[in-house]
T-cell receptor, first 111, second 115 residues
Framework: RKEVEQDPGPFNVPEGATVAFNCTYS??????FFWYRQDCRKEPKLLMS???SGNEDGRFTAQLNRASQYISLLIRDSKLSDSATYLC????????????FGSGTRLLVRP | DGGITQSPKYLFRKEGQNVTLSCEQN?????MYWYRQDPGQGLRLIYY???????QKGDIAEGYSVSREKKESFPLTVTSAQKNPTAFYLC??????????????FGPGTRLTVL
């Protein structure tokens, strides 16, 4: 089983739609959870950290479910500029210093 | 402006040559990391360093070497022993290695192509 698993997509949605991505992780002792955004041929950029209580940043909401070992990202009112690959990131089994990156979920927002 | 710089942006190498990729940060971060990304795949950790003059192998260290002589610099050498070096190389840094300071910030990357 991979340490971090994501649906590769693509998720193809119209502008204004709400879309949600889930990600499962295998290390029940993980303490750090993040969502990164990566545009084509660019570096990943931190979108948001995911806290136990959940957190929201504008149109983006992240949730953590420790019991089921998954994290989610909800994007409301999708914009064309949201088209990107979203990477789920969790700290690794053998060290809290190592982050494990999922392969990403691709989002395409159409006009 | 604070940030992470990588150079060059594109690099072409002949088989059998060693090449060194530069990574510099002025964020005063203690921890630095090197990743490799292949098309359609996630990032894989090559090496990481939590402090000057110390570094650890990541998951795919074979054929690579690093040094950490200064806090702001973490160069990566891709040696001729690396059998499939063509990839997108990303350098990152974080305040520290442990939560809650382990959010990583990335440089723009170097695309290495072996001819």
């Amino acid at each position: 089983r991979k340490e971090v698993e994501q649906d590769p997509g693509p998720f193809n949605v119209p502008e204004g739609a709400t879309v949600a991505f889930n990600c499962t992780y295998s290390n029940s002792a993980s303490q750090s959870f993040f969502w990164y955004r990566q545009d084509c041929r660019k570096e990943p950029k931190l979108l948001m950290s995911v806290y136990s209580s959940g957190n929201e940043d504008g149109r983006f909401t992240a949730q953590l479910n420790r019991a089921s070992q998954y994290i989610s990202l909800l994007i409301r009112d999708s914009k064309l500029s949201d088209s990107a690959t979203y990477l789920c990131v969790v700290n690794g089994m053998d060290s809290s210093y190592k982050l494990i990156f999922g392969s990403g979920t691709r989002l395409l927002v159409r006009p | 402006d604070g940030g992470i710089t990588q150079s060059p942006k594109y690099l072409f190498r002949k088989e059998g040559q060693n090449v060194t990729l530069s990574c510099e940060q002025n964020l005063n971060h203690d921890a630095m990391y090197w990743y490799r990304q292949d098309p359609g795949q996630g990032l894989r950790l090559i090496y990481y360093s939590q402090i000057v003059n110390d570094f650890q192998k990541g998951d795919i260290a074979e054929g690579y070497s690093v040094s950490r002589e200064k806090k702001e610099s973490f160069p990566l050498t891709v040696t001729s022993a690396q059998k499939n070096p063509t990839a997108f190389y990303l350098c990152a840094s974080s305040i520290a290695g442990a939560p809650p300071y382990n959010e990583q910030f990335f440089g723009p990357g170097t695309r290495l192509t072996v001819l």
